[in-house]
């Protein structure tokens, strides 16, 4: 087994092995994992408000994976380092998608400093990416310049997108107006950047018509200045991603100028931890009980209705 | 206020408005509330086993709600009564797509004896969905003999639409071999049936394409006899209906005769009331010791870390 203090040393110095060994054990079942995993964390506070996290969300098939190869490639050569996570709530019976996620992100994963972390291989108590904060913080400690989010983002996850970024990015696909209607309301409200993707070939017209739609429904609900937040983009032509990132960066830096990224970010810490509360709150109270709620299950699966009231009754005499 | 008794009679007689006030209870955060509800359905255990639920999964602008509108009118001549739920877990700041629910199945629901009942106004602690097993459950014994459920399905909602339906319907769109990516592993195994919609005008023959991607990649994931599970159609041209319907009835027939459909309507019972229990949970502890944790999150917003241990220490210590 590791030394502890070995193991922090060596994040700290971005070692590939190392980084991936305290995800994991941050995302283990054990506790004392994960408090090896917090104690680095809280000796290394001081490193956490460095890196950009910016999260890259949007519907199956609209190439988050292509747009995150390609705008990685591009943050590479910049000398920028970065991470990928993904954070895709994809499946229960088994993660990811159909062609898996070895198959993406190709080009990007065969670059140096660049560290690419798929979805964990399996959901726990409470639903995804409880973990997944303190996975950013191992990385902000590891020294990442830029850490990328892949997230289907949609449903419930855009919250947690949401709470795990400095930056969200929405990619949609060029479509007409009716379609809008597949934009939900709270992803347009909380997104920061709209990335208009496939903008080529026969695509090229409807995409000017969606940034026109986007437009226009973003007008109605949303009050802010929102000049340079949506591009068209496309991951086969690749044009326009200087003026892309600089959007980004000049979002990122009047965030720090007009002190609203470190509150941001203790906000985001204080969310996640009260995940983290309700996860502990849980296991603790249902291994207590662990024989009364066998009981009440038993009876369910037998036919019997179980009352509200029972279960009120076990929980409040606790 | 209007006497219980009265109200779970008034549900009997199929009274829409007493089945919107008993669903409005049910998801009240009012503990009374949920308690005058949950014994409205002990009473009625016996008309909980007559409906068939059926759920219309599939990403944003894939056209649930055009398919639910035609399914709906579809089965409204065969003198049957529909209620249709929404579960999309679309919006955090404000519910529901750009278009509204309101403007969407609209000749569907100016039918009689169809119920139709939007999102929820407001996510609740825990997720969507915890209270929807009881507004079905309500609709059960207000004897509507189909219920179908729209829902996004992407992501963790899926495992939720799972454990409310008898029958789980994917709604795909024709699409490239190479976009079958984008339909998760995770519902391709959790789905029943598989609908590639909008096979019409100038995408009918993608959807020939789409009905042998999708033939192959389930033969790949699943050992099961598929044949009769997998359609397409148009809510345009509206051909086939009769067929897809055929298969729905005889696969709810094959569960009922198989003896499958009791036990995994209990196994969908003992779900929804572990999630229960997990609110009441929650909502007691973190009642209990509002303090501790109001003082840990002022820590944190502070820009303190708050350790594990200290976590762990109020909950053991309980």
Known sequence: MMDHSLLEKK???????ALSKAITMNESSIIEDNIVIDRIIANNTHALDQSIVISISGIPGVGKSSFINVLGEFLH????????????PSSELSQGSILGDKTRM??????DHVFIRPSPSSNRLGGVGINTHNNIELAKI?????????????????????????IFLLLTMPSSGDELQGIKK?????????????????????????QKDIEAALHMTRTEDLENRIFRF??????GLETIWDALKNYAAALK???????????????????????????????????EFDQLNAKILNGSYVKLDEILALVTND
């Open 11 to 17: 994040i700290k110095e971005k070692d590939i092995v």
């Open 234 to 239: 496309s991951s086969v032509e690749k044009i």
């Open 142 to 166: 590891a020294g990442y310049d830029i850490i990328l989010i892949e997230s289907v983002g949609v449903g419930q996850s855009e919250t947690v997108v949401k709470q795990l970024s400095d």
């Open 186 to 210: 709270g992803i347009m409200e909380m997104a920061d950047f709209f990335i208009i993707h496939k903008a080529d070939g026969a695509l090229k017209i409807a995409a000017e018509q969606s």
């Open 77 to 88: 050569r910049k000398n920028l380092s970065i991470a990928v996570f993904s954070i895709d």
């Open 106 to 111: 190709t080009e990007l994963s065969r670059l």
């Open 257 to 291: 100028k007009e002190n609203k990224l470190i509150p941001r970010r203790r906000q985001q810490r204080a969310y996640w931890a009260e995940e983290s509360y309700k996860n502990i709150i849980l296991s603790h109270f249902i291994a207590k009980h662990k024989l």
